[in-house]
């Protein structure tokens, strides 16, 4: 069975730093990565990695975001730098395998102004 268990939301002033975690159990994944949501908005892709190392950022983030992986523990994290108060959201990890996509249950992001 697969699970996806992510840790480190949280509230944190503007421009200050949050590192989002996401542990995989079940399976190896080609490609893991986070999307985002805020209230009333629609899920955002916000990065993804794939197991050969390929990193991808949303041009929103690009810059204060980075995403990395590691292969051998099966977790991918984020590290969110610079944040502002439109980056508050839902954080979601998600893992894709053979085009079938397994979500973590979220962790809240609150950047206060």
């Known amino acids: 069975q697969v699970q996806l268990v992510e840790s480190g939301g949280g509230l944190v002033q503007d421009g200050g730093s949050l590192r989002l975690s996401c542990a995989a159990s079940?399976?190896?994944?080609?490609?893991m990565g986070w999307y985002r949501q805020a209230p009333g908005k629609q899920r955002e892709l916000v990065a993804f990695?794939?197991?050969?190392?390929?990193?991808t950022h949303a041009s929103s983030v690009k810059g204060r975001f980075t995403i990395s992986r590691d292969n051998d523990k099966n977790t991918v994290s984020l590290q969110m730098n610079s944040l502002k108060p439109e980056d508050t959201a839902r954080y979601y990890c998600?893992?894709?395998?053979?085009?079938?996509?397994?979500w973590g249950q979220g962790t809240q992001v609150t950047v206060s102004s």
């Open positions: 998600y893992a894709d395998q053979n085009a079938r996509l397994y």
């Open positions: 079940g399976s190896t994944f080609r490609v």
């Open positions: 990695a794939t197991s050969g190392g390929i990193t």
